[in-house]
């Protein structure tokens, strides 16, 4: 594990170095055209780097994409995103166990957890650990909504056809278009975040 110095998690951004081209280490195609899609906004071209990742059980998603990115030996400036869904009814459930629970349960699963609730609100989280030799920071998206009554669109990927956002018009993120997507999305919050970062002299 590479030894860093302490985090420094920056809620909107504060800025001291500049990049015109970082990695993303991912195996997640989804996700990385999504990013690659926001940070092109700030100049800054993303290459993606496919890695096996290790993950801790944490509560909160910035420590479990710094631990991730911790314990990978590279020398390029490098990011790692761990994102997740989180119910509030359900304490934040699947949250940091979002991958698990999408592959076991799939979107009819927690659409069956939530059979007759009223209760829907959920909230999409986004977190974006980065390192470029000693400079580590933290950047966090979230944006808040409910979970539909049924799967809606076939656009984005995981949960998104039963996440209808707040600031939205009603549909799902699987109702959107990319471009509608990613101007609310917590992904493209984190993301913008860390383009303000880098490229602010």
Same mark, same amino acid.
């Given at each position: 594990?590479?030894?860093?110095?302490?985090?420094?998690?920056?809620?909107?951004?504060?800025?001291?170095?500049? &990049?015109?081209?970082?990695?993303?280490?991912? /195996?997640?195609?989804?996700?990385?055209?999504?990013?690659?899609?926001?940070?092109?906004?700030?100049?800054?071209?993303?290459?993606?780097?496919?890695?096996?990742?290790?993950?801790?059980?944490?509560?909160?998603?910035?420590?479990?994409?710094?631990?991730?990115?911790?314990?990978?030996?590279?020398?390029?400036?490098?990011?790692?995103?761990?994102?997740?869904?989180?119910?509030?009814?359900?304490? @934040?459930?699947?949250?940091?166990?979002?991958?698990?629970?999408?592959?076991?349960?799939?979107?009819?699963?927690?659409?069956?957890?939530?059979?007759?609730?009223?209760? &829907?609100?959920?909230?999409?989280?986004?977190?974006?650990?980065? &390192?470029? @030799?000693?400079?580590?920071?933290?950047?966090?998206?979230?944006?808040?909504?409910?979970?539909?009554?049924?799967?809606?669109?076939?656009?984005?990927?995981?949960?998104?056809?039963?996440?209808?956002?707040?600031? /939205?018009?009603?549909?799902?993120?699987?109702?959107? +278009?990319?471009?509608?997507?990613?101007?609310? +999305?917590?992904?493209?919050?984190?993301? &913008?975040?860390? /383009?303000?970062?880098?490229?602010?002299?």
């Amino acid at each position: 594990m590479r030894r860093l110095s302490a985090w420094m998690r920056y809620p909107r951004g504060d800025v001291t170095l500049t &990049r015109t081209k970082i990695w993303m280490g991912t /195996g997640n195609e989804h996700k990385y055209q999504e990013a690659k899609q926001v940070l092109a906004e700030y100049g800054i071209e993303l290459e993606r780097m496919d890695i096996e990742r290790v993950e801790i059980q944490a509560d909160e998603p910035e420590e479990i994409a710094e631990y991730s990115l911790q314990v990978l030996d590279s020398d390029k400036p490098l990011l790692i995103e761990d994102a997740g869904l989180y119910i509030d009814k359900y304490g @934040g459930f699947p949250g940091p166990y979002s991958s698990y629970a999408l592959e076991r349960l799939g979107n009819m699963g927690i659409l069956k957890l939530l059979e007759g609730d009223a209760d &829907r609100e959920a909230s999409y989280l986004s977190a974006i650990a980065y &390192r470029d @030799g000693e400079t580590t920071a933290t950047f966090r998206g979230e944006v808040k909504g409910e979970i539909a009554h049924e799967e809606r669109g076939t656009g984005g990927f995981g949960y998104d056809p039963i996440f209808i956002p707040a600031e /939205g018009d009603g549909r799902t993120f699987g109702e959107m +278009s990319g471009e509608e997507k990613t101007k609310i +999305s917590h992904r493209a919050r984190a993301f &913008r975040q860390l /383009g303000e970062w880098l490229v602010k002299q």
